[in-house]
Each structure stands twice: as C-alpha cells, then as structure tokens.
C-alpha cells in the first residue's frame, strides 16, 4: 500500500489535492480505509481520466448512419432461416466441443437491483415462479442439466466451468448466497468469482467526487471491465489451465438464457469466428435496443441514440428491416482473442459517458443529494471488442425463446418481474404441448393442448419445468399422452413419477 505522502503527492499531481480536505477529521481506522481505497487508483493516469471524462462530457454522439452497413448474409446464422441440416450439424459440434471440456460460461452478474426496489444482487432475485427460484438457481441448474445431456450423448464427464464477474458491492453477497445454497448442486471449484474494476466518478469539471469525508465516489467500469477484470484476476489462466478454448458470455437478468448454448457455440466455431453475438428481430424500427452490423466495413453495436430515425425505418426489398439485428449481450469469443484484446487491445475500448445524479461532500462536509446530473461515471461495454474482431458471426434467435430481461419493477410495461416470469412460464407451457400433453386448472378442464395451442390474450398457466428435468424443451417424451393438472412444478421427483405411470 502506498504511503500517505505519496498519495497526496499523486493527488497533488493530478489536480484532485482537494480529496483529502478532510483528512485531519477522519479517524486513524477511518484514514486506513481511506488510504488504501486511494492506493488502488492509477495515480498515473488520473489526471488524463479526469480530464477525458470532463472532456467526454460536453462532446455530442456522432451521428453513424453513412457509414453504416448490414452484416453481410454469410456471417449471419438463424433459428428460423438456416436449414435444419445445418441447424443440426451445429448444434451437434457445439456438443461435441461441450464433451471435450472446451466451453465455458461468463456471467455478467451486474450490480444490485436497485431498479427492482431491492438492495442485493440481481441474481438473487425470484421474479415469483411456482418454484420459488432465483435466476441464480435457474442458472446453475441449467448448466448441471446440460452436462448430463451432453455426458449422455457422448458417454463422456464434462465440465463447463462458470466464471461470474461480479462488482465490489455484490462479491461478498454473491459468495455467500452460493456457499449456502450449496453451490446449488454444482462443484465449487467449478464456480469462479471475480471482481471486476472500480474507477472513481468524477464531476463535469473534471473533479473526483467525495462520498463521505473518507471515500470516494466509485461506480464499476461497466461490463466491458470484464477484459481489465479476467486479466487481472487470471482468468484467462484457469481457461487455459483447463482447456477452455471458447466461452459463451452473457447478462444475468435474462431468464431465458441457454447456457453453454450448443447451437451458438457450434455454429461459431464451424464458422472459424472469433467473436459472435446472438441477436433477436427488433420488435419494432424504433425499439431502443443496439443494433449489431458494420460501420466503415468494421464490426459494431451502433446505439439506437447514434443513427436517425430515417436509417432505422429503412426496409430491404421483402418488407425487412435493414438494421434488425438487435443485440441482447449474449456473446461468443475464443480464448485466443480474449487474450489478443487483454494484451493488445483493452487500452483503446471506447470509453462511454453515463451522467448521473452522485451524491458529494460539499466544501463544508455537508452531504448533498443532487436533483440532477452533476457528474460522470465513465463505462466501457461488452461489446466494444468487436471492432478488433478479425471474424465476427451473428446469430439470431427469437425472443419468446430466448431473450425476456429483468430490468424494471412490476407495473412498468416491459422488462419486469412479471413479463420475465410470465416469459418463462409460457415457454414451459409450449414444451409440455409439444411432447403431447394436455395442461388441466385444479378443476380438470382442460386448459392446452396440443389441440388449443397456447392462447396469447390469457394470464399465463402455471406450470413450471425445472432445468434439471429439461434444459431446452429436450427430454420431454415421457409428457406423451399425459394430463397434467396445474399449477405444477416438474421437477425430477413429479418426472419420475409421471414416468411410472
């Protein structure tokens, strides 16, 4: 740890002496905390962060649209569009790289879930399933089922390793939540936490901003933190150590997700890419969500703020959207690239703007709550590798099947507990259809079938699929025929059961 002197020479350096006006009135532990807060900063390089933060501020998004382009055709892999044999080839390669230990899994566990009126981490959220599951739960299970599936096919003892970037705020509790679950089934040397960086806010005149007399303002660097993060945490060392060669990165409010995803997986590595990206169809020209394609012929996520409305109602000659190609943060990179950008690369991402409302000790060590934005905390994302990506293929899928996040707070119209649950429960309701099964209500009428289909303008059943019993709608023959009086939780012992009969 540095000594106080040299802190304050540093500080004095950087223009920012003013962070340790209060010093004198800090206790010895309180000045200990202090201290060594302030030796975690890149000293350095401060003056040029505060600077191009300040500077960062007051520039205005360019405006991409001439420059921008579709992916080509060739790069592009469907759900809906790509032919079945080459759905099941890739599908069958990704399995395949699963059996040989070569996949790995990267959650982007955020931070707390402040926005759904909770202070702890997202992953711990249950978004009121019949289970009762938390997203972690459905995660892990995930991953545990799809190890068997794999194990079975190929007669092989797989791992798929889950690596989870968490924040300095969600670590402790995350670990924790883990041990007592007892890892939810999985082997704990399996499971690799890490925290991600955390870099000091600073004010629109270019100021490191006091939280109290003795800390400062931090937020984490946004998820593209995650290349400084698995450098500096060795992560791409446990990779290498166990022959993890490609990793399938995602977010950890999408309920949703496929884990390890098999068909992702194979078709980028059939394709040689080093770096893919699943997409899902906008829902509408104007939807607020990234869009993945080209800009001067280099891959990219252009913002829906970066392009005119005009370039995002543009229409190619069947009626579609040209740019619809909309990013929902689920990724594929090799181990080799991850390593170029570690080495090469981390230092030049691009380094976004979030102006926020960061509560500060005034000058007379009065806490003030602004009302509006007074500083910055400045981010980088996920997907800011791509440019450096000599191969990046995009894969779409849908977005009943595989894209329904948790953002907001019930009574917002998208993204809440309730459309995330409701996402799921309808999802489990398709699966159990298709495998031949009528869905009854506790009274025995008869709800779905294969008959009724699932109705869209209903309260959705309640009928839940454990992971364990079924990873992706695979494994649901024993449903034939059955009638399954709701609300019911499949799970392995109602599986067995239904088995028996």
Known sequence: ??????????????????????????????????????????????????????KAAQCSTDRLDQHMQPVPPEFIGS????????????EN?????????????????????TRLGVQYPKGM??????????????????????QRVVDAKHGSECTVPWYIMTSEFTLAPTKSFFKENNYFGLNPSNVIMFEQKMIPAVSFDGKLILQNKGKLAMAPD????????????????????????????????????????????????SKGADCGAKVVE?????????????????????????????????????????YSAGNICIHFFTRAFL???????????????????????????????????????????????????????????????????????????????????????????RWAVAAGASVLDEHGNVLLNSASGIPADKPPVQFEISPLVSYFGEGLELLKGKTLRTPLVLDEEEAKALQAQ
Not at 83 to 89: F, K
């Open 222 to 269: 946004g998820n593209g933190g995650l290349y400084r993060a698995m450098a500096d945490n060795k992560v791409l060392e446990d990779m290498k150590r166990r022959g993890v060669e490609f990793l399938h990165v995602y977010c950890v409010d999408n309920i949703l997700v496929k884990m390890a995803d098999p068909l992702f997986v194979g078709f980028c590595v």
């Open 93 to 113: 390669q990704g399995l395949l790289q699963i059996s040989q230990n070569h996949v790995g899994v990267l959650l982007l566990a955020g931070g707390q879930g």
């Open 79 to 90: 759900v809906k569009k790509s032919d079945a044999s080459s759905l099941a080839e890739w």
């Open 1 to 54: 740890m540095s000594s106080f002197e040299e802190i304050r020479e540093g500080l004095g350096s950087a223009g920012q002496a003013h962070v340790l006006q209060f010093w004198p009135e800090l206790s010895e532990d309180e000045r200990a905390a202090f201290l060594s807060e302030l030796s975690q900063l890149d000293l350095a390089g401060l003056k040029g962060h505060c600077e191009a933060a300040a």
């Open 282 to 322: 906008k829902a509408y020209a104007t939807e607020p969500v990234g869009v993945v394609c080209r800009v001067k012929g280099v891959a990219q996520v252009v913002e829906y703020s970066e392009i005119l409305e005009t370039t995002a109602q543009l229409r190619g000659p069947g009626g579609e959207l040209v």
């Open 125 to 146: 959220y249950k978004v009121g399933l019949p289970s009762g599951k938390t997203l972690y739960q459905i995660q892990a299970e995930r991953i545990q089922r799809l």
């Open 339 to 429: 390593e170029d950008v570690a080495g090469n690369y981390e230092s030049k991402l691009t380094q976004h703007v979030a102006k926020k409302k960061i509560p500060f000790m005034d000058e007379c060590g009065n806490l003030v709550k602004p009302t509006k934005p007074n500083g910055i905390k400045m981010e980088k994302f996920v997907f800011d590798v791509f440019p450096f990506s000599r191969n990046l293929v995009v894969f779409e899928v849908t977005r009943e099947e595989e894209f329904s996040p948790l953002k907001n707070a019930d009574g917002a119209a998208t993204d809440s507990p309730t459309t995330a649950r409701n996402s799921l429960l309808n999802q489990h309701c």
